[in-house]
């Protein structure tokens, strides 16, 4: 038996360079690939960097889908389900939006593939493929993601690992609380620091959705982490700066960076989004960035406009925030409707989402407002957006945020991945804006 993998991109316009910062590691097809069983021989084709060959014949194509590739990875499906090779969808969107994705799939895995991914191919070997796939959340000891699927593949040069998967908290817009439910599982740490020793790069980034979840086992984990002498980076709560113990053994440990969702500087903002860990003021969060900077941690700092109070000055307030902290990167992003989450819901009962659903719209592009906001039209907030994007990448602010000598400057190997990151980031925001999802002209 023969399965192709297969890994989407969000669009391609001819003659524009697929954007950077998008080409890491699937990871998922990794873990996905790693689950398969050895007599299956496999392939595998990442969308984003390469041609899929139109005359691929395998007994199974596996497609890992998000909202923002589900559009192209329908597509590349009705491409080979017409050729009566069957095709299994599974990822967030598959799982957050079944109804609609069994309806481009032969079968699909809703939630997390360990438990239910070897009965999927033995009932495929035995001609008995049910469409729908789910199990309870797994135990995640023994995995070890096969990596050798990358072979020859351009990826940014940086090693993704998973220590553990969920998030406890619930904010409104946030997908990954509807997929896992607000719950959290945790890897082995001896399973973690096994896989980390085998890694060809040592410059990772630990996916976890909140890296510090468990901070007494993270505690642990950090340790375990200090004698292999790797670079990391992860995601963490802001409310991480208020452990002294734990911001040292990060730092012992290698980390040079964090992303924080700040998401909004506004207090009545935060609890709208149900953003309840984060400081009410901005003292506050810049006592806690002056915290992590202390350990030579940089900062990745995320916000979101769209919520009903945000005006044009929210934007101006963020940008000069985020300049004034000299934050390594900033997203300036907008409010995305994610199906499955509480945001979706809420502003379909309030007839306020354009062209739903906007992720298969022919008119959506990357950059696109999904829905109606109250203090100025769709258009007008994507483009500001877009706009204060650019202002946070230009020159000027990228030689202002540079005489951060704690993080960005602190040595001359973080000065050269400091600017080149931030230019290589400036052009990024130009070709990901208005990207079509999909392949205008191959739905059909």
Known sequence: MKITFIFPCVGKRKGVRYP????????????????TPATWERDFYDDRLETIPRDLSPDLVAINVETYTARRAYQIARRYRDKGVPVVMGGFHPTLAPDEAVQHADAIVVGEAE?????????????????????????????????????????????????????????????????????YSARPIEDVVEEVKTLRNKTVFFVDDNFCVDRD??????????PLRIRWMGQVSIRTAQDEDLLILMRKSGCAGVLIGFESLDPALLAAMRKTMNPDTEEECEN??????????????????????????????????????????????????FPGTPLYTRLKMERRLID???????SFRFG?????????????MARLCFEYRQRFYCASSILRRAMNFHTNF?????????????????NDVDNRQGLPLGIPGEDR
């Not at 940086?158 to 607000?182: D, P």
């Not at 992590?292 to 700092?301: D, E, L, M, V």
């Not at 739903?356 to 022919?362: E, I, M, Q, T």
């Not at 602190?410 to 400036?426: C, E, I, K, P, W």
């Open 368 to 380: 696109d407002l999904a829905f109606e906001p109250t203090q100025m039209s769709a258009r007008e």
């Open 115 to 183: 438990g239910v991914w070897q009965n999927l191919l033995a009932d495929l070997a035995a001609g008995k493929l049910k469409q729908r796939y789910a199990g309870d959340r797994p135990a995640l000891g023994g995995l070890r993601p096969d990596r050798s699927i990358y072979a020859g593949k351009p990826y940014l040069e940086l090693s993704l690992v998973e220590t553990g998967r969920g998030c406890l908290f619930g904010c409104e817009f946030c997908s990954i609380a509807g997929f896992f439910h607000s719950s």
């Open 20 to 35: 950077q910062s998008w080409l890491m590691e699937p990871l998922a097809i990794a873990q996905l690939s790693a689950l």
């Open 410 to 426: 602190r040595s001359a190997f973080m000065a050269g991945l400091y600017l080149s990151q931030n230019f290589a980031a400036r």
């Open 217 to 226: 086992r993270t505690r642990r984990l950090l340790e375990a982490l200090i």
């Open 288 to 337: 806690a960035v002056k915290r992590f900077y202390k350990h030579g941690i940089g900062i990745y700092a995320t916000f979101v406009f769209g919520y009903d109070t945000d005006t044009k000055r929210s934007f101006q307030r963020t940008l000069d925030f985020a300049i004034r902290n000299r934050f390594f990167f900033t997203a300036f992003n907008h409010l995305v409707p």
């Open 356 to 362: 739903d659903p906007w992720w298969l719209s022919d």
